[in-house]
């Protein structure tokens, strides 16, 4: 079951912090299938086209938070994952669709196991569909690419931006 934004802990401070930009940790999960391709999820909010993503809960490790936005955006429970990136520097930074303005700070896994059937409509997604790496879905974040990229790149030592 989704947390309702307004009781997440990233919409509790919110509350207090108005619109105003903040760090905000979060998680990103690249997902493939047996075939190489990458899982993209389609927000029920906006209609973006995304890699499954999204804040971190208090009382959560980076890998529950990575557990349970993988399922809750596409039904798939992750049973293992390597953390390959970290992005900290500013020029990641973007408006939300409730008008807040982020400092990303994402951990970045390839999941490498999991299990389950991809569900095409979750309370936050409309649509999921694993894409070839050369015909991801149209008008992605630029963050994604470079995500991707660095995924090709990833030797075993974490890549910090």
């Known amino acids: 079951m989704t947390i309702p934004f ?3 802990y990233h919409g509790q401070l919110r509350k207090f912090m108005g619109n105003q930009r903040v760090i905000v940790p979060a998680v990103r999960g690249i997902v ?6 990458i ?8 209609g973006d086209w995304v890699l499954p993503a999204g804040s971190i809960e208090l009382n959560e490790s980076v890998l529950d938070a990575l557990k349970r936005e993988v399922w809750e955006e596409s039904g798939l429970s992750v049973q293992e994952a390597t953390l390959i990136a970290i992005y900290s520097e500013p020029r990641f930074h973007f408006t939300n669709s409730y008008g807040g303005k982020h400092q990303m ?7 490498t ?4 059937t991809l569900c095409q409509e979750t309370d936050e997604t409309v649509a999921a569909e694993f894409f070839a790496p050369d015909a991801l879905p149209p008008n992605i974040y630029d963050f994604y690419r470079e995500t991707l990229q660095d995924l090709n790149n990833f030797s075993g030592a ?3 931006k």
């Open 6 to 8: 307004e009781e997440s």
């Open 32 to 37: 493939q299938d047996e075939h190489g391709h």
């Open 39 to 46: 899982l993209f999820v389609k927000r029920s909010d906006n």
């Open 105 to 111: 700070l994402a951990f970045v896994f390839q999941v």
């Open 113 to 116: 196991q999991w299990t389950g």
């Open 158 to 160: 974490i890549i910090l």
